[in-house]
């Protein structure tokens, strides 16, 4: 679960949007097949999941993980400008 999701993260660093991480996973999990780097056993155990029973990870794929990177630059930066100082 988690190298297949993670491979959707890469594909995908920008979030695939809410709802979507069957379709994301499923995209990942077949490239990652057809590129023959898969074991007999991840192919055996495969799976077609709706969700990835792992609230982090799920998050991780589905939401626009570039924008809560750059929220929290912003925030750093405005932190460290000595604007959140009073």
Not at 24 to 49: L, M
Request: aromatic share 12%; charged share 15%.
């Amino acid at each position: 679960m988690w190298k297949i999701s993670l491979k959707a993260i890469v594909n995908h660093p920008s979030g695939v949007g809410l709802g979507l991480f069957p379709s994301a996973y499923g995209d990942a999990q077949a490239a990652y097949f057809a590129s023959g780097n898969a074991s007999q056993t991840e192919e055996f155990v495969a799976g077609n999941p709706d969700y990835a029973f792992n609230e982090f990870l799920q998050i991780a794929v589905e939401l626009f993980t570039g924008m809560l990177v750059s929220s929290f630059r912003g925030l750093k930066k405005h932190k460290n400008g000595g604007l959140l100082d009073h």
